[in-house]
């Protein structure tokens, strides 16, 4: 019997890149997608001819819950990948109601779902580092308190604990992956990090002369997205369901990514790089790192990419996007 799972927010970055992971295990994917006259395939489009991606059988949202049932009716997924939300921290701030309906009742939603359709599925839901927002200990492990400092730590502190409590309650199988910061090149633009090698890519093709960014001590643990999503998939083959910090257990500060990001281009940061008020948060998060050890013991998961690996594969991905860009006007 060939095993299908039930990807939310399949065009983001995770969703894209735990797609092609589950393909190459011979998984049948279902990709929930968001009926909107905008929605963007790019990061999944090598992928879907291989996907089902069916306009009137995987149509649903995190806001309503017939369409998560109707879903889960029709595919009959034996594993469930929640990835889905309002993922941007600063947008948070402005629009929190949104940002709660969908990174936190949205949770509610899918595992009642779950819960009423088939309570032996197997469930994923992606938690954040932001959770613990103001730290209470470095490293943060599963055990440490959360103190989350913005809009979007809060929504995913509540959809972690309802996952924790229809497991307890309902005996599914429904874990949380803590996971620390993750990047790529198919990262969105509004992300700090790709904000820089997108910026960088953009100076050295002379389109640019500076890049203006907010806080440059903030520290964050970053990962490749693609070594994240494998501790995914590891989590839901366990025979226990359980939460685990995912993280390389080092901490860089957004200073330190300028710096490998620049030079990898040729460039000096500090000839670029301006600091703008505009993108200060009302309440900083100012050292995130993550304790992996549980993880590594019980799923043997470990990142395999590098920090200064995953800065240059960013930058050398954005540059020959800019450079494609630049041919393609000329043209």
């Known amino acids: 019997m060939t095993a299908r799972a039930l990807i939310t927010g399949i065009t983001g970055q995770d969703g894209s ?34 996907l089902v991606l069916d306009p009137y059988t995987s149509s649903g949202d995190l806001l309503d819950e017939a369409s998560l049932i109707h879903i889960l009716r029709e595919h009959r997924p034996t594993e469930v990948y929640n990835l889905a939300a309002q993922s941007f921290v600063q947008t948070s701030f402005n629009q929190p109601v949104l940002t709660g309906e969908i990174t936190a009742l949205g949770v509610t939603r899918l595992l009642d779902a779950v819960r009423i359709v088939d309570p032996d599925i197997r469930f994923y839901q992606a938690s954040s580092s932001e959770m613990f927002g103001k730290v209470q200990e470095v490293p943060q492990r599963e055990s440490t308190p959360f103190y989350p400092r913005s809009p979007y730590g809060v929504a995913k502190v509540y959809g972690h604990w309802i996952t924790v409590n229809y497991r307890e309650s309902y005996d599914l199988h429904a874990s949380s992956g803590i996971l620390f910061n993750h990047e790529s090149e198919r990262r969105g633009m509004e992300f700090v990090t790709r904000k820089i090698t997108h910026g960088v890519a953009r100076i050295a093709h002379g389109l640019d002369t500076e890049l203006a960014l907010g806080n440059l001590d903030a520290q964050r643990d970053w990962g490749f997205a693609g070594d994240y999503v494998r501790a995914m998939w590891l989590m839901l083959q366990q025979d226990m369901p359980d939460d685990y910090v995912i993280a390389s257990g080092e901490t860089h500060a957004v200073r330190e990514f300028c710096e490998i990001a620049f030079s990898r281009a040729g460039l000096k940061w500090e000839d670029h790089v301006v600091q703008d008020e505009r993108f200060m948060r009302p309440a900083e998060v100012d050292l995130l790192v993550g304790d992996p050890t549980k993880a590594r013991e019980r799923l043997g998961w470990a990142p395999e990419l590098s920090f200064d690996d995953l800065v240059s594969r960013m930058v050398d991905a954005d540059l020959e996007l800019v450079a494609q860009q630049v041919a393609a006007k000329r043209r």
């Open 17 to 50: 890149y735990l797609a092609e992971l589950l393909l190459d295990k011979g998984y049948e994917v279902v990709g929930m997608v968001r009926r909107s006259s905008t929605t963007n395939f790019e990061r999944i489009a090598h992928l879907q001819d291989r």
